[in-house]
Each structure stands twice: as structure tokens, then as C-alpha cells.
């Protein structure tokens, strides 16, 4: 068997609208919206670069089924870019671009292979001088919701010689409770497929469910984050394949902006001064860390401590979150140009894509008053009670999940809220009941509540 290397990268949503941004000045939006393509401009050149003998693309290229005409432009320049260099590319189409939506007509480049939507197809790689090198499967969605099993109709090409056989799926693995259940099935069935490689799309983080034996099933996640749920580092894999099918995976970052979520706790902290400083130092951090990527970040402000009765009052802290701004944008401003208004300073910004930003997108106060707490949970009395019970809540979840249950329980008996209501992940459930803690603590002891 011939070695060789591809790219398995999925969830590309060019032209992302980015909803949800809409008080964000609009040259930061503009870089947002073209930061899909930036990224899919870098997969191209990475292709090119490390001489890749093909590409996946395991579904949702473009983010609706009406895609754009700009996106699929892109799309036909970036694949021909690639055709030039006689790499192919293999595309299934997803829940998000499925081939029942709205497409242009246009020319694309022999090397593209788009997967029909009644039966898996197959394509082989063939390489001139090396012959076929690897079998490609795929199926695409023939319309946005796909729910039954498409994973059991894959069967692995059978040929005279040892072949590499690869599968592009895109489909919630086990369940995940966070995206919609899309072509499920389980891991087992995969393992048990007869194929060498799983090359999944759907779920935006990126996992390597199974790399310890054969085969590797793989999500590389998307390619750009699109909101503050999608932190981290986004991009594809270079799967290299050697002669005795030993497979390896090296994940390569794609995205232009990045998206994280920062805690800072105010304990110990006497003055806006202090907190204000700390940010700054949050921020900077940021800036070096992410190797010259722009950043939108968010703030969660956490802890125990004096700070948090001020950050209450008025309009404090939205205040102190537009100087933060404001001072980001001077970072990068002449003098004559700080006296123009914050919209003409920020297209500044759009001018050049490599010009890296740390923008706030909020400050989300998370804190509570400084109170002693274990004095509290000695005494006999309602505040000690209650923060007795929330204790022996936070340390069994069944017990927490049943008791959100009981108190929302006229919500949830609503169809349409139900779902919206209780979160499905631990850690949310627990931040509803800290909140939920602060809130009753604030309340009995505002004044010097004695019990």
C-alpha cells in the first residue's frame, strides 16, 4: 500500500451571518463576517503548502441551505486553487447546506467530488504516479433533517489489493446532548464498519473519539468559531497514512479570530482601580497568547468580595466596559485620529485583516457579596438552612437535577418552554443554583438581616 496525506476538516459555514453581534461596531463586523473565509483561505493554503494528495470536507460548507452566491464564489475560487495543484477535494453536504437548498450555477473543477444523497458513493484517489492510494466514502443530506442510521448503509469497497478506506459522515456520535441529533449512531458501529478512517463532521469541537486503534473517528471541529459557545482554537487535521495503514493526526489552527471566555475574581480587591488594572492584564495576556489572532472575549467576574456592592450600583460596570473598548481602539490610532468618533476610529481596524484586536463582547458580574460564609452555615437559622441545602445539592447532581425539576416544574409543564428551562450540562445547573444562592444571601442580608 502506497503512503500518503490528506485534510480532514468539516463545518466550514462560509458567510456566517455572526447573529447576536449586532451592537458591535460594524468594522469589527465586517472582519467577523469574512473571518469564515480568511479561515478557509488558510485551509487552501496549508493544503498547498504541505502537499496534501486530497481534501474532506465532512459537511455544512456553507451555513444555509440557501447558501450565498459571495460563499459558493469563494468556495469555486478556493477548490480551483487546489485543482491547480492536483489536489482533490470530496465534499458531503450537511443539516446546514443540504442539496435540497438553493444553488448557483457554476463551473466547478474536475477534482471536485460532491457525494449524492440516496446511497453512499465511492470515489477512489487515483495518483499518477502511485496509483489508487485510497478509497473515499460519503452521503449527503438531501434535506436539513436527517434522523434515521446512515452510517449502516456504509460497506467498505472491496478491490484486489489492500486499499485504505475512508468514511465522511455527518452525525451527532452517541447522542451528544448539544447538537441536534442528526444521522445518529454509536461509536460501536463505527468501530465495527471495517473502515480504516471516520472522517466526521457536525460537532463543533473538536474530538478524536476513537485514535487508539483502528480506525481513528475523528471531529475536527469548525474551522472559525462563530460565537462566544465556540472558544478555542478551531481548525482541520493533516491525517498522514504510511504503507502498513499506520494513521496519525496533526491538528493544524485555521481561525482568524478567536473567540474566549475568561474568569477574574475580585477577592481581595478594594477599588475599581484594582479591578481595572486586572483586566487590562487579562486582556493583555489574550493579545500575546493568541499568535497574532484577533480575540473576542468575554468576562465572567467571579468571587467574594467588597467590589461587588459597587459593581451593582448604576451603571458602573457597562461604563467601565466601554473604556476598556474605547482604549483597545487607541491602541491603534494617531493622535488626530482619537479625536474622531468611535465608528470612524474602528474602520481603522477593518482596513487590514492582520491588525489583532482584544474585544470585549461583555462582562457578565458573577460575583457576590463578602459575607462569612462558614459563620453562616453554623448558625440555626433560615440563611443557615438554606445554605446547608444548596452544600448537599452541589454534591450530588441527581439530587440537583431533581430538585431544579420540582421547582420549575409549572415552567416545564409548558411543551414550547420546557426544553429551554433546565440546562442539560452539570456545570450550568450548578451556576443556576450559585446564582440562585447569591441572589437569596444579597436579599436576607441587605440591611443586616440578624434572622
Not at 484486489?160 to 441536534?180: C, F, K, P
Not at 497514512?241 to 491538528?251: A, D, I, P, R, Y
Request: proline share 4%.
Amino acid at each position: 500500500m502506497q503512503s500518503f496525506r490528506f485534510i480532514h476538516s468539516a463545518d466550514l459555514h462560509l458567510d456566517s451571518p455572526f447573529r447576536g453581534m449586532t451592537r458591535v461596531p460594524e468594522a469589527i463586523r465586517d472582519r467577523l463576517r469574512e473571518s469564515t473565509f480568511h479561515a478557509f483561505q488558510e485551509l487552501v493554503h496549508l493544503a498547498i503548502r504541505e502537499k496534501v494528495d486530497f481534501v474532506l470536507i465532512s459537511g455544512d460548507v456553507y451555513d444555509a441551505a440557501d447558501r450565498s452566491l459571495k460563499a459558493q464564489i469563494r468556495m469555486q475560487k478556493g477548490v480551483q486553487a487546489l485543482a491547480d495543484q492536483g489536489i482533490e477535494v470530496f465534499i458531503i453536504h450537511g443539516n446546514h447546506d443540504p442539496l435540497d437548498g438553493r444553488a448557483a450555477k457554476l463551473t466547478w473543477p474536475e477534482g471536485v467530488r460532491i457525494f449524492p444523497t440516496d446511497e453512499v458513493g465511492v470515489f477512489p484517489v487515483r495518483k499518477p504516479d502511485r496509483g489508487v492510494i485510497a478509497y473515499v466514502h460519503g452521503i449527503s443530506y438531501p434535506t436539513a433533517a436527517v434522523t434515521t442510521n446512515l452510517s449502516v448503509k456504509y460497506k467498505p469497497f472491496s478491490s484486489n489489493e489492500r486499499v485504505y478506506q475512508i468514511a465522511m459522515l455527518h452525525t451527532n456520535v452517541d447522542g451528544a446532548s448539544d447538537h441536534d441529533n442528526y444521522a445518529p449512531c454509536t461509536k460501536r458501529e463505527l468501530i465495527d464498519s471495517g473502515f480504516d478512517y471516520w472522517a466526521l463532521g457536525h460537532i463543533h469541537t473538536r474530538q478524536e473519539l476513537h485514535v487508539e486503534g483502528q480506525p481513528p473517528i475523528v471531529y475536527p471541529g469548525n474551522i472559525q468559531g462563530r460565537s462566544i459557545r465556540e472558544t478555542g482554537v478551531k481548525g482541520c487535521y493533516i491525517v498522514d497514512v504510511n504503507e502498513s495503514t499506520q494513521t496519525s493526526l496533526t491538528f493544524y489552527p485555521l481561525d482568524r479570530i478567536r473567540w474566549e471566555g475568561v474568569k477574574l475574581s475580585i477577592a481581595g480587591m478594594d477599588s475599581e482601580q484594582e479591578l481595572k488594572d486586572a483586566l487590562e492584564e487579562k486582556l493583555e495576556e489574550l493579545r500575546v497568547s493568541q499568535d497574532g489572532r484577533s480575540t473576542i472575549v468575554r468576562v465572567y467576574l467571579e468571587g467574594r468580595g467588597v467590589l461587588h456592592d459597587q459593581l451593582r450600583k448604576g451603571q458602573a460596570l457597562g461604563e467601565l466596559l466601554e473604556e476598556l473598548r474605547a482604549e483597545e481602539l487607541r491602541n491603534y490610532l494617531t493622535d488626530h485620529e482619537q479625536d474622531t468618533y468611535i465608528e470612524d476610529r474602528m474602520r481603522v481596524l477593518a482596513d487590514s485583516f492582520d491588525t489583532a484586536f482584544v474585544w470585549i463582547e461583555s462582562i457578565i458580574d458573577q460575583t457576590v457579596r463578602e459575607l462569612d460564609i462558614d459563620t453562616w452555615l453554623t448558625q440555626p437559622n433560615l440563611i443557615g438552612d438554606l445554605l446547608r441545602e444548596s452544600r448537599q445539592l452541589q454534591r450530588s447532581e441527581v439530587e440537583l437535577r431533581a430538585f431544579v425539576g420540582e421547582a420549575l416544574m409549572n415552567l416545564t409543564s409548558q411543551s414550547s418552554l420546557g426544553k429551554f428551562v433546565i440546562p442539560d450540562r452539570e456545570e450550568e445547573l450548578l451556576q443556576l443554583l450559585q446564582d440562585a444562592e447569591s441572589m437569596v444571601m444579597d436579599y436576607l442580608t441587605d440591611g443586616g438581616w440578624e434572622g
